[in-house]
């Protein structure tokens, strides 16, 4: 067991959707032995294939569980599992408990990897699909981040922050623009690159701004309060991994948590619930960031960097960036309609933005 | 005098895995170890014991990866061992807690790259590191540059000590010794009758590989048989291909000029590349420390087109071994300054012998050492730094307690600074006649050295060890080498990127299909707000996962 590497695995038509490779299985069941409860029935309910990790459902005796298998660097993953043992022990949060090992440990590594067992909660369901849901889920946003404050990670674990990255990201976006260019220039005489060669002048300079402003901005002075005094995003909040439970909203899925000011996560909630609308509705972006205000009061210097990290060319940066893998495939008609639909979108992004810029300067 | 040397927490000694860090202290070994007692503390490898003795130097390894790992491993390891002084690498996060571990150590600090800029090492930390090390040592005059502008009070203790190369390994490709491999390279490449560029380096949006292959149109209207080698070892890794690699790969698939990509290239095989090219391209936009790869070429008698960026230009000297990219950003200017040697065959000839030339006259390993125990000596002599009886009267709280307690030492540590204020005077007195002195002393050495070198007595011993060494490190590269092909040759059979393409393309046009046939109802209904189940709903259908997710998903 001990020489056994986890490696990102293959699927394909031939492959079922929950299809682990035998060698995980087995090391699966080596590190339930490490546990006391007694699992009546195993059952894979995700799977990151193109990453190597999973998560099975166990019925055991002391309940339902969950195991985890956890893709990124066993120093990495040390940093989550010490923010969720410390948001559930010391902060109460709604947050799966971590079930401990025999030997009292959170975790066990095995082929390389980071393995542990959560409470499975239950029932957890999706919040409604309307502003309501939208409200709750970034009520619980705020809960969130106001109770992952104060967190030390163990000394073994690597410290995951994003806290002074937000320039060197908003670098990227600017260079992969760059990338876009490029790409649809080799790639002319496919359908979708003369659209890109359109639009892609103005999401750059888009970013570019976003970036000017960032350096204006009252960032800087903000890093300087350190990670840990602003606590921890979630990075991967949404409408899955926030739901109604017992005693209220559940965090799931924390594997990702970083240092980073928290508004980063709003600001992706945001954004991406006016990308499903196709349209940036002024109604729902003040009422979402004023249901996380009353969790985590925002400050006029927050607010700024949220509407700053909103200016950002988000959605083409992230639906656009899978050019660079086979350009060939990506370039079709499809995506040339996808741009027109960020397009259309963003027409409705500017004028939303100016109305809201300055509710928290009254 | 016992020395211990401390590596980085990332790359193993002897450079199994390449790195300049790593090559730099394989390189000087030979010579430093035939004049002191010399322990070499670095991280463990699968390929190397934990413990050996080897030409008389010790060798501990032990677990690293993260620097808090590995930094408890170096000062338990100091807490057991004493040393007069200790040689730290390019971890000036390492001092304080070596410090701590050893108030009476001297300790030379080798920095080869910015790791003193703030979002590196916090400034409070920085002050009490300067005034605990005896001497800094960078890689080229730009890494010193940038301290003394961050730090002014380093100055007098900084100096420059230009990295080296193994000039009997790096050879021209008419060298007796590498013709053969020149040719049976070039032969299994198809690059026989072209003129081949060489790029040799990480492929990273730093090293800024992707603007030579944008200067290829250009250049292929004016050349004919030109060919690119890209050697680096991510480009057809399965494992993690970035984002820019697929960049670059898209790109190089659409040029008329063949893009060569060596894959992983073991570190003891390097040489033979730079033997099959005629032209030595580095392309680096960021403000790079001096990339090894000058040397190397350089030893190899290539001609340099290098970027003005960092410290890469030191060692060119326009128009005589190479020609230096103002504005790397712009690929043109890479397309023009190729052209201006490529175009004049006997100045690029004449640049790969000067080359080759200055290589064996300034960057030979010898002279590195040298300069290193100059260095050495300065910080035995050097007044000892101030802090230390502080320190060991709360070393045994350090021995015993985890690293967030030896961050409360370094701020008592930063508090008890007043105390050393006219010990730093007198300390830069002494240093900055130090300086002068040994700035001659280094004057008059080298002109010795340069007359004497061949028959140095040191040189042959020096030899035999690094044959010996190379011998052993073949072995080990060709095992490495093989597996590695081993496990690239599987993954590339199974070409998962392709099947993640096929996939995310079907669930693109999956998404876009379901997206169009609801758009105009979505945005009644979400206006109406009456429906509330509508658009969001219709949008879990786009992604199969998501939802599958979120009807399972859990900790």
Redesign the interface.
Same mark, same amino acid.
């Given at each position: 067991m001990d020489n056994i590497v986890i %490696?990102?695995w293959?699927?394909?038509e031939l492959t079922h959707?929950f299809f682990v490779p035998d060698y995980i299985n087995t090391l699966a069941a080596e590190v339930l032995k490490h546990y006391s409860f007694q699992v009546k029935s195993v059952q894979v *309910?995700?799977t990151k294939p193109?990453k190597g990790g999973a %998560?099975w @459902?166990l019925e055991t005796n002391a309940g339902p569980k969950?195991l @985890?298998l956890l893709h990124r660097r066993p /120093?990495r993953s040390m940093f989550s599992l010490g923010a969720?043992k410390y948001l559930v022990e010391v902060q109460k949060a709604r *947050?799966?408990g971590i079930v401990q090992t025999n030997n009292g440990q959170e975790y066990i590594e095995a082929g390389g990897k980071l393995w542990f067992v959560?409470e !499975?909660?239950e029932p957890?369901a999706?919040v /409604?699909?309307?502003?309501e849901g939208a409200k709750q889920l970034c009520y619980a946003l705020g809960e969130f981040h106001q109770l992952s404050k104060g967190y030390?990670p163990p000394?073994?674990?690597?410290i995951a922050s994003r806290l002074?990255k937000w320039p060197k990201s908003y670098g990227k976006v600017i260079?992969?623009m760059d !990338?876009f260019r490029?790409?649809a220039r080799? $790639?002319k005489e496919m359908p979708a690159s003369q659209s890109i060669l359109n639009v892609v002048d103005t999401f750059q300079e888009q970013a570019r701004k976003s970036l000017a402003d960032l350096n204006q901005s009252s960032y800087l002075s903000l890093v300087e309060q350190g990670n840990k005094s602003w606590g921890l995003v979630h990075q991967d909040y949404g409408?899955?991994?926030g739901q109604m439970g017992p005693n209220g909203m559940w965090i %799931?899925?924390?594997?990702g948590v970083a240092y980073d000011l928290p508004i980063r996560d709003l600001r992706k909630l945001i954004s991406g619930?006016m990308a499903?609308? $196709?349209?940036w509705?002024v109604t729902w972006i003040r009422e979402m960031i004023r249901a996380y205000h009353e969790a985590s009061p925002l400050t006029p210097e927050l607010y700024e960097l949220l509407m700053i990290d909103f200016s950002l060319p988000n959605e083409f940066y992230k639906n656009i960036?899978?050019v660079? $893998?086979?350009?060939e495939?990506?370039l079709n008609e499809?995506?040339t309609?996808?741009i027109q /639909?960020i397009v259309d979108t963003d027409q409705s992004k500017w004028p939303a933005l100016n109305e809201i810029q300055h509710d928290w300067r009254k | 005098m016992k020395i211990l040397m401390v590596c980085t927490e990332k790359l193993p000694v002897p450079p199994v895995l390449g790195g300049a860090i790593q090559t730099y202290i394989s390189g000087t070994l030979p010579i430093l170890s035939k004049f002191h007692d010399v322990t070499v503390i670095g991280i463990s490898h699968p390929s190397l014991p934990d413990k050996e003795i080897m030409n008389g130097i010790q060798f501990v390894r032990v677990p690293g990866n993260v620097l808090e790992i590995y930094r408890e491993e170096v000062v338990q390891f100091i807490q057991n061992n004493s040393f007069d002084l200790i040689h730290i690498f390019n971890r000036p996060r390492l001092v304080m807690p070596i410090r701590g571990a050893a108030p009476n150590a001297k300790i030379t600090l080798s920095m080869h790259n910015d790791m003193f800029n703030i979002e590196k090492i916090d400034p409070t930390e920085a002050t009490s590191v300067l005034k605990e090390v005896s001497n800094i040592v960078t890689v080229s005059d730009y890494v010193g540059n940038v301290i003394r502008t961050l730090y002014p009070e380093s100055a007098p203790n900084i100096r420059t000590i230009y990295s080296g190369v193994d000039t009997e390994r790096f050879l021209p490709g008419n060298h007796p010794k590498m013709r053969e491999i020149r040719n049976s390279i070039r032969k299994q490449h198809g690059l026989e009758n072209k003129t081949v560029l060489l790029f040799a380096g990480r492929l990273s949006v730093n090293k800024g590989v992707d603007r030579l292959i944008q200067a290829l149109p250009q250049l292929s209207t004016k050349f004919k048989d030109l060919a690119l080698v890209v050697m680096g070892s991510k480009w057809f890794s399965q494992d993690e291909v970035t984002d820019y690699v697929a960049y670059i790969k898209a790109l190089a698939k659409r040029q008329s000029i063949p893009v060569v990509a060596t894959g992983f290239v073991s570190p003891s095989e390097i040489q033979k590349w730079f033997a099959a090219a005629d032209l030595f391209v580095c392309t680096s936009l960021w403000q790079e420390p001096l990339a090894r790869v000058h040397y190397e070429a350089m030893a190899a008698g290539l001609p340099i087109v290098t970027t003005a960026r960092g410290g890469n230009a030191e060692v060119i000297i326009q128009n005589e071994n190479g020609l230096v990219v103002e504005n790397p950003e712009d690929p043109s200017c890479f397309a023009e300054k190729i052209t201006t040697i490529l175009s004049d065959k006997s100045l690029m000839k004449r640049m790969g012998i000067r080359g080759r030339e200055l290589a064996v006259a300034n960057y030979e390993w010898n002279r590195v050492a040298n300069e290193i125990l100059e260095v050495w000596h300065q910080a035995i002599e050097a007044p000892s730094t101030n802090i230390h009886n502080e320190l060991e009267s709360i070393q045994t709280q350090l021995t015993n307690e985890t690293h967030s307690e030896t961050l409360e030492v370094y701020q008592k540590v930063e508090l008890d600074n007043e105390f050393s204020k006219q010990d730093m005077l007198d300390k830069e007195d002494m240093v900055d006649k130090k300086n002068k002195k040994d700035k001659k002393d280094k004057n008059d050495k080298v002109d010795k050295k340069d007359k004497k070198d061949k028959n140095d007595k040191v040189d042959k011993e020096d030899k035999k060890d690094k044959n010996d060494k190379v011998d052993k490190e073949d072995k080990k590269d060709k095992k490495d080498k093989k597996d590695k092909v081993d496990k690239e040759d599987k993954k590339d059979k199974k070409d998962r990127v392709d099947m993640k393409d096929k996939k995310d393309e079907k669930d693109r046009v999956d998404k876009k299909d379901k997206k169009d046939k609801k758009d105009k109802k979505d945005k009644v209904d979400m206006k109406d707000k009456k429906s509330k189940k509508d658009s969001v709903d219709k949008k879990d259908k786009k992604d199969k996962k998501e939802k599958k997710e979120k009807n399972n998903k859990q900790k």
């Open positions: %490696i990102p293959e699927v394909d959707e *309910v995700t193109d %998560i @459902k969950s @985890k /120093t969720q *947050v799966p959560a !499975w909660i957890l999706p /409604t699909k309307d502003l030390i000394s073994q674990a690597e002074a260079t992969k !990338w490029n790409i080799a $790639y409408w899955s991994n %799931i899925d924390l594997d619930t499903d609308l $196709y349209n509705d960036k899978e660079v $893998y086979e350009p495939l990506f499809t995506t309609q996808l /639909t | -």
